[in-house]
């Protein structure tokens, strides 16, 4: 009789743990890159340790990038990029938090591809900015991408750029995210 009471525990802790991690996603090795285009020059970097929460449940969606992960071609870019521009040690992260307001839509457990609508609030800089974009969701064998690109103004994250380099960074930047989740 004990040992029907301690398989019933074991398999009520089971069925307890997979109920409640049910329709969440998770990476922290999602992707973010961004690109800035002037006739002067390029700018490109991209940070591989980012970190992605999903609800399917409800829409519930969250990025968390610390600034020190994008990498540059260049390192002096890197340096500059740190050091003057994203002051990553007053503000060593940036955040999405928000929704996908279309998730009722979204089979998350059908392989397929899914248009998304998200809305929430980007925080970049120390700032925050209310931001609405489209992506998508691949979902495939359990797991699930998203994609999205969209663009930033650097005048409304409040970023100064010294006027000796202001032809050198593009007004707007293009923020692209790819993170590959698994169900938590």
């Known amino acids: 009789?004990?040992?029907?009471?301690?398989?019933?525990?074991g398999l009520f802790l089971v069925l307890a743990f997979t109920t409640h991690g049910q329709g969440k996603f998770y990476t922290k090795s999602g992707k973010i890159s961004f690109f800035?285009?002037?006739?002067l020059e390029?700018?490109?970097?991209?940070n591989k340790s980012v970190v992605c929460l999903l609800d399917t449940k409800t829409g519930d969606l969250q990025f968390v990038a610390f600034m020190k992960g994008f990498e540059f071609k260049k390192a002096l870019m890197q340096e500059h990029f740190n050091a003057d521009y994203a002051e990553s040690?007053?503000?060593?992260?940036?955040?999405f938090k928000g929704q996908i307001t279309n998730y009722s839509e979204i089979n998350y457990t059908t392989n397929g591809s899914y248009a998304a609508k998200v809305k929430g609030k980007l925080t970049i800089h120390g700032v925050t900015k209310d931001i609405e974009t489209t992506g998508t969701v691949t979902v495939k064998d359990g797991k699930m991408t998203l994609t999205s690109s969209f663009n930033v103004l650097v005048a409304d994250y409040e970023i100064a750029v010294e006027k000796l380099y202001k032809d050198n960074i593009a007004k707007s930047i293009k923020i692209t995210v790819?993170?590959?989740?698994?169900?938590v």
């Open 36 to 39: 800035s285009s002037t006739p």
């Open 89 to 95: 040690s007053k503000f060593p992260r940036s955040e």
């Open 178 to 183: 790819d993170c590959t989740l698994s169900p």
């Open 1 to 9: 009789m004990k040992k029907i009471g301690i398989i019933a525990a």
């Open 42 to 46: 390029d700018i490109a970097a991209t």
